[in-house]
């Protein structure tokens, strides 16, 4: 996909702590952390996110679209209740962060 050359160089390494967390921290967290988070999923760390939710895995090391957070944050995937549920979405870029994350093992 074109975007992702303006955002990721090829086989840069994305890293989750300067990455990745401040993007779950803008649009996430607030309910994804804590004693009793929605869905049973946090996302404040690599090993929570990892454990995943109530319903299964947060994200497949290696394939962003078999995880619940990009079938979440994508429009149109699975029919599924859209994350954040209310207010600004995750960009375009921020996604294909994430995406790429993900592939490279969610690390
Ligand atoms: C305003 C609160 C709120 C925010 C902000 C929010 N979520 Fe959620 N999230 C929920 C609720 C409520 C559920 C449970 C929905 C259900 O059980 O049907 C949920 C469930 C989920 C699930 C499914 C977990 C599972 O295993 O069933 C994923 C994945 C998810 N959220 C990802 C995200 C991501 C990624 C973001 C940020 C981009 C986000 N959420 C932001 C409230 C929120």
């Known amino acids: 996909m074109l975007v992702s050359f303006s955002v990721i160089a090829a086989d ?19 309910c994804h952390e804590g004693w009793f988070p929605k869905g049973k999923l946090r996302l ?4 929570n996110i990892r454990e995943g939710g109530k319903t299964g895995f947060a994200v497949v090391p ?12 994508v429009p149109g995937k699975n029919g599924r209740v859209r994350m954040p549920p ?3 979405r995750v960009s375009d870029k921020e996604i294909m962060l994430i995406r ?3 592939r490279q093992g969610a690390k």
Do not use: H, T
């Not at 404040?44 to 090993?47: F, G, L, N, P």
């Not at 290696?62 to 944050?73: A, E, F, N, R, V």
């Open 100 to 102: 790429e994350w993900i």
């Open 44 to 47: 404040d760390s690599v090993e």
């Open 62 to 73: 290696g394939q962003p679209d078999k995880g619940l957070i990009i079938m979440s944050i």
């Open 12 to 30: 840069e390494a994305v890293s989750f702590n300067s990455q990745i967390k401040p993007v779950f921290d803008k649009y996430c967290i607030q």
């Open 86 to 88: 209310q207010g600004a």
